[in-house]
């Protein structure tokens, strides 16, 4: 079964409400140290958490963490950003692009990047941040950017899983963190999410549905598009 205990954990956004609640949580529950990455990572006042510089979109960022970090069990794909607008028609081909550096090959790469240390280490554990957006098109490229993640994370599921790598995917609504300021409605505590994430893996879970909004979108999927997007036909004359 997955285990926290004595694991080596890497976790990308560590500066955010939410990556710092897996550095924090990921401890709690036995991890013997912490990688917490970021572009500019900070400063943190525990000698088992290790800042890491890394920047996801970039080759040569990856590749530096991977010397430096070549003991992990544990690799946490939490870094995201949004798109400055949600419109896939008025957004610049550029920020489509790098939206999706981010949101999807980013995670990827490092995935792909990390694999030969997670298949030669005991229990490797994969955890991929998705969102109800990989499942609910309210986000224009974001929303296709988490799609094509979760796609990704079965895919690595599939391949990793008969070497020994359990491969989570993570979805959920919005989450207490400035990402999410501008939303209104029920938000997850960034501490609620990494619990849920957590117990998930150790119970050997390969999904985190982590609040009813997510569920019912998950449950929809199996309906008619307009179970959905109920505004659909709503404009024809």
Known sequence: MPTLTNAVVLVTGANGGIG????????????????????????????????????????????????????ITVLINNAGAN??????????EEDI??????NFFGPVRLARAFAPTLVAAPSAILVDVHSVASWYAFGGVYSASKAALWSATNSL??????????????????????????????????????EAVFTAVEAGAYEVIGDELTAGVKAALSAPVEALYPKLGSHSA
């Open 20 to 71: 710092t609640q897996f550095v924090h949580q990921a401890l709690a529950r036995g991890a013997a140290k912490v990688y917490a990455s970021a572009r500019t990572p900070q400063t943190w006042d525990d000698e088992r958490i290790v800042p890491l510089p890394l920047d996801i979109t970039d080759e040569a960022s990856i590749r530096a963490a991977v010397e430096a970090a070549g003991d």
């Open 83 to 92: 798109p400055p607008s949600a419109s896939l028609l008025d957004i610049s």
């Open 97 to 102: 692009r790098r939206n999706m550096e981010t």
């Open 157 to 194: 599921r599939l391949e990793l899983d008969p070497q020994g790598v359990h491969v989570v995917g993570v979805h959920m609504g919005y989450v207490d963190t400035a990402m999410a300021a501008h939303a209104d409605g029920p938000k997850l505590t960034p501490n609620e999410l990494v």
